[in-house]
């Protein structure tokens, strides 16, 4: 009782795109050479297959010609896919009758022989139209989507997804690696063009984090493991031991007083080493939560367990715990936003600029806590040596734009460079030199800014910094640094003697983005910044559905922009989870179960456990709704009897054939 | 206007006999979906250029290629076949890489003994960001496989079935 | 010790180390003898193609750099030691113009075919600072150490050609192989800010004024950062830094009397060799301060 065959009758459609395609391929040629292949009814070029036309082009010839089967010639399936697998819907053929060829990102775009370019198209085509033969109608599975969120990283980003979600009735989980949330910004003293401070506008964001009803805040934290998949996604999340019970510290720092150690001598992360703390600490007077901290590394009691414990009975409340251990949470949700940020470039690595050498060459974020207020030196720009700086030298692009360190253009220095010119001079009215090779300041007021200090009398050198040394030339330069740079406008190589270096260090990768790109199933790009699924149309998406990026994780951004991305990745993830489910692509593998021999090779291959043996039956058997659809099963089964949707071995064998056979 | 011919003949010559060796590798790839399909992908929106003598059959993972695949495309003509993964550890199943890499192992036994050379088979890791390595893998590939000139395996089988039916008549001959 | 020392080098002397540079040469050899490290002389070798070749006809300089790696090659197996820095990255030049640019790689094609010699392989090129802290290093050295070093505080001085741009030796900006092999022998060494800075080359000869100023403030930089002694690992870097101090003094009206040393003779001299074969004899500057701290009435001071 064999079901009558049914008479293959393929459309083929060749895209022009504009020129992208037909421009190297000889698209006439190539519908030409479809239309002479077995079982191809209509094979036409079209200019954009992508438009409605286009599109509309599809749902008439199904009807007319009573197509069925579709096979569009034009980009990567990655991008348009989806697009006509809809357009063969809505003929009413069931849309998995459809192929897509990549005759442009794979052929048109890299290909310089017009001749060679078409003929590997006819092959793809050839292919393609062997492929769509054995195709079958298939469904997609919806599977809910969990509501909840995780928002990894608590800078501005990360606070300001968490908020967005927060607010729109989501549940937010927002993990920060640091005891604080705040980020780098929390560090800024004034933010650019405006002059604004930094902290009065973020730390009302901060609180309002705390204080949220729908936002969990795990600081001392990291995500350890995610598993699952879109909508669906199981985390484990490490909470690090703090040694202070955050149900019971209120924050009032008698801890820290009573600390053995009477004397905070320990470099503040927080200052970036210019100010010192005790093994026990609040990082900052803002910190949230305002929650004391031990750091394992320094405190007596853990290190030695030999200790008074003053800071113990100091707490009424009891509230400093050393029995704390590694905690890890699990947690469900729907969709994570990704916002880790960037580490500043290690100013050591460009060891012409004397960074470590010299005590009064300082980094940018060095700088940035010497003109807080609430610094280390409550805002008084003095030296490592107690000096006051008199001429200070502010040298841009130190690891960026370089061939041996890192060739991007770090997109905030210039402007934070501006801004810290402007504030040095103003706090110690020392005489105050730029040095740079382009000015770069695209954004809204940013060049105004820089005319501004142009007119405060900030002084221009437009030219690459060669080196800083104390190399002294004449007794005037004593006791000083010597910047060396090549002024491109005068011509000339310059030497300035100045008390103090200050480099404006660019923004680069954390040094463990890649373990975390691992952990979160994305990519990074070459520089090591993750991965966006497009540079225009996805920005915010990643190749893994459900994890959505936001801020300089993702590439070098102000503090605007940053919030921007955030803002936006809050809304995909909105979209994702107020869709209420998501639908999963059909290519999930099954056994043929009369072709089994219960060998058993499959089942350790499975990554999430899909495959299983049934004992009586003496079979292998594969949970649908575990199995992702990588076909390792597939590829590895000696009887052939597991079968891959979408990508069945047949599909594979008749692509092989068309690709090879004469075109 | 005589030359111009020529020129013409010429070219048209070569175009198709491939270049002017006449031999122009061809060579079935399986590129993973998350890594090195989309690597190419990004080679073709960087406008990377590089030879055309691969044609890319997609895969979700590359643990899903079956050593079958790479035999029949063998069988069928192919000349090279290259495979793209993740690189280890990067696999978006976690490890179907790895478990790839075993049976190219002993794949690659089994051609050697089978007389296809080393370079004819080679599998890469290359990662959503390398599309610079595509373009070097394709065309170090096809410059390795050119210089080993063309397998030809489906001749090779005719061949061989005609040597074997001569030798099956000459028996018959001889025993009648 | 790693295989390539146990193996030797082939050695390119280069014009310098026959004349200018003798001292170089003879404590280099002393000490690879006292490390036992063969070395051999590369045979029928010629100009490394430096200097005025580079500067007027590339081409020539090129071939001539060849000619002397095609010869290299006949002795696989071997890296080539080229201890005169002109001559390391002149070779090194040669290598990568060849490797990367096909029009120079015909030119010099064709120049070995009339020499009828053959297109030279890829020759490791070495210098000895690389090959002492790499294949040697320090420990072994320290191990084989017979004399603490009397001579005080050491200005390590790189020099242009040695660190940059075809070189592997060690960071261009920022060397630190040679202060890192002497401290690991107790030796103390400065900062020397201008330890990559350019020696004036052949200015000190076709524009002395110049030349004379530049070779000034590298020694009054060492001087006022505390250097006792200056060590090169560059001909002509020592020798410009060493035989001028008489005229700089006199124009400074500042004194200059330090020694200019090789960082073999100070290497050699603290692993036992003798101070004739180390060829101390040679250096012009500060010989009062040599033979006060080379003196064998110092021996139990001196020795380990």
């Given at each position: 009782m064999s079901k009558p065959v049914e008479e293959i009758r393929i459309g083929v459609y060749v895209c022009h795109c504009g020129t992208n395609i037909a421009g190297m391929v000889d698209v006439k040629n190539v519908a030409d050479f479809a239309s002479r292949l077995p079982g191809v009814t209509v094979s036409r070029e079209y200019k954009y297959m992508c438009s409605d036309p286009g599109q509309e082009l599809i749902r008439q010839d199904i009807k007319e010609h009573r197509l069925n089967r579709i096979v569009v010639a034009s980009c990567s399936p990655l991008l348009h896919e989806e697009t006509f697998r809809a357009a063969t819907a809505k003929g009413g053929l069931n849309p998995f009758f459809f192929h897509l060829?990549?005759?442009?990102?794979?052929?048109?775009?890299?290909?310089?022989?017009?001749?060679?370019?078409?003929?590997?198209?006819?092959?793809?085509?050839?292919?393609?139209?062997?492929?769509?033969?054995?195709?079958?109608?298939?469904?997609?599975?919806?599977?809910?989507?969990?509501?909840?969120?995780?928002?990894?990283?608590?800078?501005?980003?990360?606070?300001?997804?968490?908020?967005?979600?927060?607010?729109?009735?989501?549940?937010?989980?927002?993990?920060?690696?640091?005891?604080?949330?705040?980020?780098?910004?929390?560090?800024?003293?004034?933010?650019?063009?405006?002059?604004?401070?930094?902290?009065?506008?973020?730390?009302?964001?901060?609180?309002?984090?705390?204080?949220?009803?729908?936002?969990?805040?795990?600081?001392?934290?990291?995500?350890?493991?995610?598993?699952?998949?879109?909508?669906?996604?199981?985390?484990?999340?490490?909470?690090?031991?703090?040694?202070?019970?955050e149900d019971l510290c209120v924050g009032c720092m008698e801890c820290i007083d009573a600390c053995v150690f009477k004397e905070a001598k320990f470099p503040n992360e927080f200052d970036e080493g210019l100010g010192k703390r005790k093994p026990i600490y609040v990082p900052f007077p803002q910190a949230t939560p305002k929650v004391a901290v031990i750091d394992p590394d320094r405190c007596l009691n853990v290190k030695t367990g030999k200790c008074k414990k003053s800071c113990v009975a100091s707490c009424d409340r009891g509230a400093i715990d050393f029995t704390q251990k590694p905690e890890d949470r699990q947690i469900k949700v729907g969709a994570v936003v990704v916002a880790t940020g960037f580490k500043a470039f290690d100013a050591k690595r460009s060891p012409q600029y004397g960074y470590g050498v010299y005590p009064n060459v300082y980094t940018s974020l060095e700088v940035e806590r010497l003109v807080n207020a609430s610094g280390p030196t409550s805002g008084e720009v003095v030296l490592r040596d107690g000096r006051h700086p008199k001429t200070v030298g502010i040298i841009h692009c130190v690891g960026s734009r370089e061939e041996h360190t890192n060739r991007w253009c770090s997109r905030v220095c210039c402007m934070y460079s501006l801004k810290l010119a402007h504030l040095v001079k103003e706090h110690s009215g020392a005489e105050v030199f730029n040095f740079y090779i382009d000015m770069r300041t695209p954004g809204k007021s940013f060049e105004e800014f820089y005319q501004k200090l142009l007119k405060e009398g900030v002084h221009f050198v437009r030219g690459k910094v060669a080196e800083v040394n104390d190399w002294v030339l004449d007794p005037s330069e004593q006791g000083k640094l010597v910047i060396r740079v090549e002024d491109t406008l005068l011509g000339t190589v310059r030497r300035i003697p100045v008390d103090m270096v200050v480099l404006g260090v660019g923004l680069e990768p954390h040094a463990d983005a890649q373990e975390v790109r691992r952990l979160f199933n994305i990519s990074c790009g070459t520089e090591g910044f993750f991965l966006e699924r497009h540079p225009k149309l996805a920005p915010v998406n990643t190749f893994t559905d459900g994890i959505f990026l936001a801020g300089c994780c993702q590439g070098p951004k102000d503090i605007p922009d940053t919030v921007a991305q955030a803002g936006a990745a809050a809304a995909e993830a909105l979209?994702?989870?107020?869709?209420?489910?998501?639908?999963?692509?059909?290519?999930?593998?099954?056994?043929?179960?009369?072709?089994?021999?219960?060998?058993?090779?499959?089942?350790?291959?499975?990554?999430?456990?899909?495959?299983?043996?049934?004992?009586?039956?003496?079979?292998?058997?594969?949970?649908?709704?575990?199995?992702?659809?990588?076909?390792?099963?597939v590829g590895a089964c000696p009887s052939s009897s597991i079968k891959q949707n979408l990508f069945e071995d047949e599909q594979v064998f008749s692509e092989i054939r068309g690709v090879l056979a004469d075109v | 206007m005589a030359g111009a011919m020529l020129n013409l003949i010429m070219e048209n010559q070569t175009s198709t006999n491939g270049t002017a060796s006449g031999f122009e590798p061809r060579i079935v790839a399986f590129f993973c979906n998350w890594c090195t399909y989309t690597a190419a992908d990004l080679a073709g929106v960087s406008r990377l250029k590089y030879a055309a003598n691969v044609r890319v059959v997609r895969v979700m993972c590359s643990g899903r290629v079956d050593p079958q695949f790479i035999l029949d495309a063998f069988a069928k003509g192919a000349d090279g076949v290259l495979i793209g993964g993740c690189h280890p550890g990067d696999c978006h199943y976690i490890e179907g890489n790895y478990k790839l890499l075993r049976r190219v192992r002993l794949l690659h036994r089994m051609l050697r003994d089978m007389g296809i050379e080393d370079d004819r088979f080679r599998l890469e890791w290359i990662s959503a960001a390398e599309g610079e390595k595509v373009k070097t893998v394709i065309n170090d590939m096809v410059e390795k496989v050119r210089k080993l000139g063309p397998l030809q395996l489906p001749q090779r089988f005719r061949d061989g079935d005609k040597e074997l039916e001569g030798e099956q008549l000459k028996a018959e001959a001889a025993h009648v | 010790m790693s295989n390539e020392s146990e193996k030797g080098y082939l050695y390119f002397p280069g014009c310098s180390l026959k004349s200018t540079g003798r001292a170089y040469e003879e404590s280099l050899l002393e000490l690879f003898r006292l490390l036992d490290i063969p070395l051999q002389e590369l045979d029928d070798w010629n100009c490394c193609g430096a200097t005025s070749y580079m500067g007027i006809d590339e081409e020539a300089a090129f071939v001539l750099g060849a000619r002397n790696l095609s010869i290299a090659c006949q002795t696989p197996g071997r890296d080539l030691m080229a201890p005169c820095s002109a001559c390391y990255m002149?070779?090194?030049?040669?290598?990568?113009?060849?490797?990367?640019?096909?029009?120079?790689?015909?030119?010099?094609?064709?120049?070995?075919?009339?020499?009828?010699l053959p297109m030279p392989g890829q020759v490791k090129i070495r210098h000895p600072l690389e090959i002492l802290y790499h294949d040697v290093g320090a420990e072994?050295?320290?191990?084989?150490?017979?004399?603490?070093?009397?001579?005080?505080?050491?200005?390590?001085?790189?020099?242009?050609?040695?660190?940059?741009?075809?070189?592997?030796?060690?960071?261009?900006?920022?060397?630190?192989?040679?202060?890192?092999?002497?401290r690991a022998m107790g030796v103390q060494t400065i900062d020397y800010c201008l330890k990559t800075k350019c020696c004036a080359g052949v200015l000190t000869g076709t524009v002395p004024p110049v030349g004379r100023r530049v070779n000034y403030i590298l020694l009054k930089e060492a001087v006022r950062k505390g250097a006792q002694a200056v060590v090169t690992i560059c001909p002509l870097c020592q020798i410009n830094l060493d035989a001028y101090q008489k005229e700089i003094s006199a124009e400074s009206g500042e004194r200059f009397d330090i020694p200019i040393l090789y960082l073999p003779q100070v290497l050699g001299w603290m692993l036992g060799g003798r101070k004739k074969e180390l060829a101390f004899h040679r250096c012009i500057a500060g010989r009062r301060y040599l033979n006060e701290w080379l003196r064998e009435t110092k021996e139990e001071e001196a020795y380990v």
């Amino acid at each position: 009782m064999s079901k009558p065959v049914e008479e293959i009758r393929i459309g083929v459609y060749v895209c022009h795109c504009g020129t992208n395609i037909a421009g190297m391929v000889d698209v006439k040629n190539v519908a030409d050479f479809a239309s002479r292949l077995p079982g191809v009814t209509v094979s036409r070029e079209y200019k954009y297959m992508c438009s409605d036309p286009g599109q509309e082009l599809i749902r008439q010839d199904i009807k007319e010609h009573r197509l069925n089967r579709i096979v569009v010639a034009s980009c990567s399936p990655l991008l348009h896919e989806e697009t006509f697998r809809a357009a063969t819907a809505k003929g009413g053929l069931n849309p998995f009758f459809f192929h897509l060829v990549n005759i442009r990102e794979h052929d048109s775009w890299v290909h310089e022989n017009r001749q060679d370019a078409t003929a590997k198209a006819n092959a793809l085509v050839h292919a393609a139209v062997e492929r769509v033969r054995s195709h079958k109608a298939l469904t997609k599975k919806q599977v809910p989507v969990n509501p909840a969120v995780l928002v990894v990283g608590g800078g501005i980003a990360g606070i300001h997804a968490a908020l967005t979600l927060a607010n729109a009735g989501k549940k937010v989980y927002l993990v920060e690696r640091e005891p604080t949330i705040g980020g780098h910004m929390a560090k800024f003293d004034k933010t650019f063009p405006t002059l604004d401070c930094a902290a009065c506008i973020l730390t009302p964001k901060m609180s309002s984090v705390k204080s949220h009803k729908n936002i969990t805040l795990w600081s001392y934290s990291e995500v350890s493991r995610i598993e699952g998949y879109v909508g669906n996604f199981e985390v484990t999340v490490r909470r690090q031991p703090r040694y202070v019970r955050e149900d019971l510290c209120v924050g009032c720092m008698e801890c820290i007083d009573a600390c053995v150690f009477k004397e905070a001598k320990f470099p503040n992360e927080f200052d970036e080493g210019l100010g010192k703390r005790k093994p026990i600490y609040v990082p900052f007077p803002q910190a949230t939560p305002k929650v004391a901290v031990i750091d394992p590394d320094r405190c007596l009691n853990v290190k030695t367990g030999k200790c008074k414990k003053s800071c113990v009975a100091s707490c009424d409340r009891g509230a400093i715990d050393f029995t704390q251990k590694p905690e890890d949470r699990q947690i469900k949700v729907g969709a994570v936003v990704v916002a880790t940020g960037f580490k500043a470039f290690d100013a050591k690595r460009s060891p012409q600029y004397g960074y470590g050498v010299y005590p009064n060459v300082y980094t940018s974020l060095e700088v940035e806590r010497l003109v807080n207020a609430s610094g280390p030196t409550s805002g008084e720009v003095v030296l490592r040596d107690g000096r006051h700086p008199k001429t200070v030298g502010i040298i841009h692009c130190v690891g960026s734009r370089e061939e041996h360190t890192n060739r991007w253009c770090s997109r905030v220095c210039c402007m934070y460079s501006l801004k810290l010119a402007h504030l040095v001079k103003e706090h110690s009215g020392a005489e105050v030199f730029n040095f740079y090779i382009d000015m770069r300041t695209p954004g809204k007021s940013f060049e105004e800014f820089y005319q501004k200090l142009l007119k405060e009398g900030v002084h221009f050198v437009r030219g690459k910094v060669a080196e800083v040394n104390d190399w002294v030339l004449d007794p005037s330069e004593q006791g000083k640094l010597v910047i060396r740079v090549e002024d491109t406008l005068l011509g000339t190589v310059r030497r300035i003697p100045v008390d103090m270096v200050v480099l404006g260090v660019g923004l680069e990768p954390h040094a463990d983005a890649q373990e975390v790109r691992r952990l979160f199933n994305i990519s990074c790009g070459t520089e090591g910044f993750f991965l966006e699924r497009h540079p225009k149309l996805a920005p915010v998406n990643t190749f893994t559905d459900g994890i959505f990026l936001a801020g300089c994780c993702q590439g070098p951004k102000d503090i605007p922009d940053t919030v921007a991305q955030a803002g936006a990745a809050a809304a995909e993830a909105l979209a994702l989870i107020d869709s209420g489910h998501v639908e999963l692509e059909p290519n999930t593998a099954y056994i043929v179960e009369e072709e089994c021999s219960g060998c058993k090779s499959c089942v350790p291959l499975c990554p999430y456990k899909a495959i299983s043996y049934v004992e009586d039956k003496k079979k292998a058997v594969i949970n649908e709704a575990l199995c992702k659809g990588c076909g390792t099963c597939v590829g590895a089964c000696p009887s052939s009897s597991i079968k891959q949707n979408l990508f069945e071995d047949e599909q594979v064998f008749s692509e092989i054939r068309g690709v090879l056979a004469d075109v | 206007m005589a030359g111009a011919m020529l020129n013409l003949i010429m070219e048209n010559q070569t175009s198709t006999n491939g270049t002017a060796s006449g031999f122009e590798p061809r060579i079935v790839a399986f590129f993973c979906n998350w890594c090195t399909y989309t690597a190419a992908d990004l080679a073709g929106v960087s406008r990377l250029k590089y030879a055309a003598n691969v044609r890319v059959v997609r895969v979700m993972c590359s643990g899903r290629v079956d050593p079958q695949f790479i035999l029949d495309a063998f069988a069928k003509g192919a000349d090279g076949v290259l495979i793209g993964g993740c690189h280890p550890g990067d696999c978006h199943y976690i490890e179907g890489n790895y478990k790839l890499l075993r049976r190219v192992r002993l794949l690659h036994r089994m051609l050697r003994d089978m007389g296809i050379e080393d370079d004819r088979f080679r599998l890469e890791w290359i990662s959503a960001a390398e599309g610079e390595k595509v373009k070097t893998v394709i065309n170090d590939m096809v410059e390795k496989v050119r210089k080993l000139g063309p397998l030809q395996l489906p001749q090779r089988f005719r061949d061989g079935d005609k040597e074997l039916e001569g030798e099956q008549l000459k028996a018959e001959a001889a025993h009648v | 010790m790693s295989n390539e020392s146990e193996k030797g080098y082939l050695y390119f002397p280069g014009c310098s180390l026959k004349s200018t540079g003798r001292a170089y040469e003879e404590s280099l050899l002393e000490l690879f003898r006292l490390l036992d490290i063969p070395l051999q002389e590369l045979d029928d070798w010629n100009c490394c193609g430096a200097t005025s070749y580079m500067g007027i006809d590339e081409e020539a300089a090129f071939v001539l750099g060849a000619r002397n790696l095609s010869i290299a090659c006949q002795t696989p197996g071997r890296d080539l030691m080229a201890p005169c820095s002109a001559c390391y990255m002149v070779l090194r030049k040669t290598q990568d113009y060849t490797s990367k640019y096909p029009q120079v790689r015909r030119e010099v094609e064709a120049a070995m075919k009339r020499a009828d010699l053959p297109m030279p392989g890829q020759v490791k090129i070495r210098h000895p600072l690389e090959i002492l802290y790499h294949d040697v290093g320090a420990e072994r050295l320290k191990n084989l150490k017979k004399r603490n070093w009397l001579g005080g505080t050491i200005a390590c001085y790189y020099g242009c050609q040695a660190v940059r741009p075809y070189s592997d030796v060690d960071d261009a900006y920022n060397p630190v192989k040679m202060d890192e092999l002497l401290r690991a022998m107790g030796v103390q060494t400065i900062d020397y800010c201008l330890k990559t800075k350019c020696c004036a080359g052949v200015l000190t000869g076709t524009v002395p004024p110049v030349g004379r100023r530049v070779n000034y403030i590298l020694l009054k930089e060492a001087v006022r950062k505390g250097a006792q002694a200056v060590v090169t690992i560059c001909p002509l870097c020592q020798i410009n830094l060493d035989a001028y101090q008489k005229e700089i003094s006199a124009e400074s009206g500042e004194r200059f009397d330090i020694p200019i040393l090789y960082l073999p003779q100070v290497l050699g001299w603290m692993l036992g060799g003798r101070k004739k074969e180390l060829a101390f004899h040679r250096c012009i500057a500060g010989r009062r301060y040599l033979n006060e701290w080379l003196r064998e009435t110092k021996e139990e001071e001196a020795y380990v």
